[in-house]
């Protein structure tokens, strides 16, 4: 209530005062003035076309992609990625230096 303007208040004020001089307790006037208030403002939106009712904007055509266009280098596969990545090899290495680092922390595996 503190974000209206005079006039609104005053006209507010004046309702309740009508409402107590005819033998309706403040606080209660007050609280019936209220919701009237807002019941009044939900009906004057509610008649105001909404944002939903709005037709879309109209949008630009999306660009496309031109021939100039390339892809960063962390989206290009590694040579070394795919079918013949994991190697026996490779595999064996790995387990190794897993050993040593569960050593090294003194896990027991």
Known sequence: ???????TRAELAD????LVVGGMDRLFARRQVWNDYQAELVAIAASVEGIDERPPPD???PREKGKSYQPK????PRPDSGQNFFTPERMQKSRSELEK?????????
Do not use: F, H
Not at 1 to 7: G, K, P, S, V, Y
Not at 73 to 76: E, G, K, N, V
């Open 73 to 76: 280098s962390w989206y290009i």
């Open 15 to 18: 309702k309740v005062e009508l």
């Open 59 to 61: 949008l630009p055509p």
């Open 1 to 7: 209530m503190r974000d209206l303007d005079e006039a």
């Open 101 to 109: 680092l569960k050593q090294r922390m003194g896990v027991k595996s």
